[in-house]
């Protein structure tokens, strides 16, 4: 099956400086997530960007769009030890999903360490 | 509300012994997703059901797993016999009909020895 591809596979950075993950996929897409993954609290949705969208904020997280590069990018700004974990891209692609059959394809995920 | 609730949380079995997994979706989720977590690997879907129905099982590998979701609302995932392969963790996702966003419960994690 298809699956995005996360950039970097690693990221170290120190608390308060900005950490930015990128996403590429293959197919055209309905909308794009990133999910972010740590032992405490398991897969937890952060964001959801639409096809028809360039740009999205929730807080500290900023989600960027191109569709026509088939890439996505997600920036943390001012990071805390807290956002230590793992962050993955999911995308619903389309045509395959229609109506009820919504299946998301993974990428491999970042691995975002942030030092006190 | 309550999230989705796996159990157990952590099991381990000998190579070819059986196992099973319980997820209980949050109430009104229709959709009710498996997948499977290999270490440093993003999850793969193994089963979709849409209240009891199938709707894809493509990556599901019948010969030795099964998943059911009788009543629409628990599910239950089994494996006969396990391999070493099957080491991984399995989570369950619901989501509610019209939304795109899936809600994880906290996996089970299988070592098979």
């Known amino acids: 099956s298809q699956q995005g591809e996360e950039d970097p596979q690693a990221l170290s950075i120190q608390e308060g400086e900005n950490a930015t993950m990128n996403c590429s996929y293959k197919?055209?897409?309905?909308?794009l997530q990133w999910y972010r993954q740590n032992s405490g609290r398991g897969l937890v949705h952060l964001i959801l960007?639409?096809?028809n969208e360039r740009e999205k904020h929730s807080g500290r997280l900023r989600v960027t769009l191109d569709t026509s590069k088939k890439s996505s990018s997600l920036l943390i700004t001012a990071s805390r030890a807290a956002d230590t974990a793992s962050y993955f891209c999911?995308?619903?692609?389309?045509?395959?999903?229609?109506?009820?059959?919504?299946?998301?394809?993974w990428g491999l995920g970042t691995s975002l360490a942030v030092n006190p | 509300e309550a999230g989705v609730a796996q159990s157990p949380r952590y099991k381990i079995i000998e190579k070819r012994q059986s196992v099973a997994f319980w997820c209980n979706p949050i109430?009104?989720?229709?959709?009710l997703y498996w997948y499977q977590q290999i270490l440093g690997q993003g999850p793969k879907l193994l089963i979709q059901?849409?209240?009891?129905?199938?709707?894809?099982d493509s990556q599901l590998p019948k010969d030795r797993f099964s998943a059911e979701r009788l009543k629409g609302v628990d599910s239950t995932l089994k494996i006969q016999p396990a391999k070493l392969e099957d080491s991984a963790v399995y989570l369950c996702?619901?989501?509610?009909?019209?939304?795109?966003?899936?809600?994880f419960g906290p996996g089970t994690r299988l070592t098979v020895l």
């Open positions: 999911a995308t619903d692609p389309r045509p395959y999903n229609a109506g009820n059959n919504r299946k998301l394809i």
């Open positions: 197919t055209s897409i309905n909308n």
């Open positions: 960007i639409r096809s």
């Open positions: 109430s009104g989720h229709a959709t």
């Open positions: 059901f849409q209240n009891n129905g199938v709707v894809d």
């Open positions: 996702a619901s989501r509610r009909s019209g939304y795109n966003e899936q809600f």
